[in-house]
């Protein structure tokens, strides 16, 4: 089945430095969200983003299909963006989407 | 804009015991998950259902029962209650295909 890999698994910056996230996966990706959750537990999706790259605010993704990777840039990192951020991964052989185990990140003021 | 509602909220149970998790969604999509998150972890699927009736095992199935009574309703049971079923069980929602996930608040499980 699909595997997702997610790194690093936790990064530590400073209020204002740029955040760079990966995820790799194991099979071709039909769909690829990245979520966040916050301290509290609730999910909430930040960027649809099977291939190429998109813009959202802070936010830029980009996926190249063919390498099974995708990317979450975070610009300007605001103590508010600290939590959890998690990729889900949905393929041609499968119907629902797989998680990896997410990147925690902490943004000191 | 729709809302995905699971309930209880939290449970408590004994081990060896049946419970049961329920989730409503009102987007009128067609398919609906259930994930099991540990603490500091990610997701994992256990059970998904992609129309009114159907249900498809996830990669977490076994100890677990699932059921889409109607297409607004999919709900979870923990066939016997085992120490470390501690966790929180997330409920979400999609139209085939998109792969565009909404989650409900979750629901936390505490086994004694």
Same mark, same amino acid.
């Given at each position: 089945?699909?595997?997702?890999?997610?790194?690093?698994?936790?990064?530590?910056?400073?209020?204002?430095?740029?955040?760079?996230?990966?995820?790799?996966?194991?099979?071709?990706?039909?769909?690829?969200?990245?979520?966040?959750?916050s301290?509290?537990?609730?999910?909430?999706?930040?960027?649809?983003? =099977?291939?190429g790259?998109? &813009?959202?605010?802070?936010?830029?993704?980009t /996926?190249?299909?063919?390498?099974?990777?995708?990317?979450?840039?975070?610009?300007?990192?605001?103590?508010? #963006?600290?939590?959890?951020?998690?990729?889900? +991964?949905?393929? $041609?052989? $499968? $119907?629902? =989407?797989? !998680?990896?185990?997410?990147?925690?990140?902490?943004?000191? =003021? | 804009?729709? +809302?995905?509602?699971?309930? =209880?909220? !939290?449970?408590?149970?004994?081990?060896?015991?049946?419970?049961?998790?329920?989730?409503?969604?009102? !987007?009128? &999509?067609?398919?609906?998950?259930?994930?099991?998150? #540990?603490?500091?972890?990610?997701?994992?699927?256990?059970?998904?259902? +992609?129309?009114?009736?159907?249900?498809?095992?996830? #990669?977490?199935?076994?100890?677990?029962?699932?059921?889409?009574?109607?297409?607004?309703?999919?709900?979870?049971?923990? /066939?016997?209650?085992?120490?470390n079923?501690?966790?929180?069980?997330?409920?979400?929602?999609?139209?085939?295909?998109?792969?565009?996930?909404? !989650?409900?608040?979750?629901?936390?499980?505490?086994?004694?």
């Amino acid at each position: 089945g699909q595997q997702v890999q997610q790194s690093p698994s936790s990064l530590v910056l400073q209020e204002g430095e740029n955040a760079e996230l990966q995820c790799n996966f194991s099979s071709t990706a039909t769909q690829l969200q990245w979520f966040y959750q916050s301290p509290g537990g609730s999910l909430v999706s930040l960027l649809s983003n =099977p291939s190429g790259t998109k &813009h959202t605010g802070r936010l830029t993704s980009t /996926t190249v299909t063919k390498e099974r990777r995708s990317s979450l840039h975070i610009s300007s990192s605001q103590t508010t #963006d600290s939590g959890t951020y998690l990729c889900a +991964i949905e393929g $041609n052989n $499968n $119907n629902a =989407p797989r !998680f990896g185990a997410g990147t925690k990140l902490t943004v000191k =003021p | 804009g729709g +809302i995905i509602t699971q309930t =209880p909220k !939290f449970l408590i149970g004994q081990e060896g015991q049946k419970l049961t998790l329920k989730c409503q969604q009102n !987007f009128n &999509h067609d398919t609906m998950y259930w994930y099991r998150q #540990d603490s500091g972890k990610g997701l994992r699927l256990i059970y998904y259902s +992609i129309t009114e009736n159907d249900l498809q095992k996830g #990669d977490l199935s076994e100890g677990y029962d699932a059921s889409r009574e109607k297409k607004s309703s999919f709900s979870l049971t923990v /066939t016997s209650a085992q120490k470390n079923e501690m966790a929180v069980f997330l409920c979400a929602s999609s139209i085939q295909g998109t792969g565009q996930l909404y !989650f409900g608040e979750g629901s936390k499980l505490t086994v004694l």
